[in-house]
């Protein structure tokens, strides 16, 4: 079984990580494992599949996040999903929306460890591919370092090799989404532990990791480090991810190379009949923190809407919103 280096990933983000997203993300870094955004199994079985797994082979590596709770129905949505290329299928205990709680996935099933793990042997027995899960610390008063344990032995047991742990407890009621993934405390120690106490197995830490710098120190003592947010609102601090994290020789492109990259995706993207600004608000971060990105993001955030751009022109407004921004920014080399 081939298993992808999850040295680093960018996480799974609904309505955030869709599949023009990640050809643009690939424009930043060829390594990084990215993720879809949550596919419920029950969408899958019963939905149009290609509109729900259809991707470009230039995101590869890719893994496919998959929502639910019921082992069967999981099983056949991943056998949907054999064949198309993924590097990875991983079951998400993470979510804690209302709406996936109601249809008991996500994250209140870490209080049911053993069918997590009956979900994991389905899934397994249905694919080659490895089956990873994305999980929290804990979930309302399943939040003992014992009750994580229990989670981890179990389903482990059961065959997964691999836990994506997202480092804050989840609160099922009382919290938005938004608010459950900044309120429970980080506990990045928490995560370093369980790696000591389960060194055969590989732990990946999610979590308030905002670029690089942050990342590198917990890629050893724990497997990888998988970035969301950081990743998606300011995409360039993945620039140098190739040659820093995976010793890529290939020197980091300048984001003037990658604007060009956008362009050329652009023209892509409208040919395809899809509107410019479903590429283009992927985009809006990339020049964060210079001068300019005002106009960078109201450019590519607004602009990109109106029908003049949504044609042949559409590499013209990319590069027209770049030229808002000083050389020394555009042709500045990411410290390999
Ligand atoms: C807009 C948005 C959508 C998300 N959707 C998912 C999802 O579909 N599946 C999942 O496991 N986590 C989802 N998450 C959680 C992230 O994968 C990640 O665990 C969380 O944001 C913490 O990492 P970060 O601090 O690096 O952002 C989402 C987060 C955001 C901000």
């Known amino acids: 079984m081939n298993t992808p280096d999850r040295r680093l990933s960018v996480a799974p983000m609904m309505d955030w ?24 199994a029950q969408a899958l079985i019963h939905g149009n599949v290609e509109s729900l797994l259809g991707y470009d082979p230039v995101e590869q590596p890719l893994a496919l996040q998959l929502g639910g709770g ?33 249809g008991r996935f996500g994250a209140c099933l870490m209080t049911e460890p053993e069918l997590v793990a009956e979900c994991v042997a389905a899934m397994q027995g249905a694919t080659d591919l490895p ?39 989840a609160w099922l009621s009382g919290l938005s989404p938004k608010e459950n993934r900044e309120v429970p405390p980080l506990r990045h120690d928490v995560v370093h532990r369980l790696k000591a106490d389960f060194p055969h197995l590989e732990i990946v830490l999610n979590g308030g990791i905002l670029d690089l710098d942050a990342a590198l120190p917990h890629i050893g003592p724990t497997d990888g480090v998988m970035i969301g947010r950081g990743a998606y609102e300011t995409p360039w601090i993945l620039a140098a991810a190739d040659a820093r994290v995976f010793g890529d020789p290939t020197p980091p492109k300048t984001r003037r190379q990658v604007v060009e990259e956008i362009a050329e995706l652009a023209a892509q993207v409208v040919a395809e009949g ?50 808002q921004v000083p050389a020394d920014c555009l042709d500045e080399r990411p410290a390999a």
């Open 131 to 169: 089956v990873t899960v994305k999980h929290r610390i804990g979930v309302d008063d399943t939040d003992s370092y014992a009750d994580l344990v229990r989670f981890v032995e179990t389903v482990s047991a059961a065959g997964c090799r691999t836990f994506v742990v997202h480092a804050r407890k």
């Open 274 to 323: 899809q509107p410019l600004a479903r590429l283009t608000r992927h985009v809006i971060g990339l020049f964060h923190g210079c001068p300019g990105a005002k106009t960078w993001r109201r450019m590519l955030g607004e602009d990109a809407r109106q029908p003049e751009w949504n044609g042949p022109k559409a590499p013209e407004l990319v590069r027209r919103a770049a030229a």
């Open 70 to 102: 019921d082992p069967e129905m999981l099983a056949k949505a991943v056998r949907i999903a054999n064949g198309r290329g993924f590097a990875e299928i991983n079951l998400n205990v993470g979510c804690p929306s209302d709406r996936v709680s109601a």
């Open 17 to 40: 990580t869709d599949s023009l997203d990640r050809r643009f993300l690939r424009l930043v870094t060829r390594r990084t494992l990215l993720y879809t955004e949550m596919v419920t």
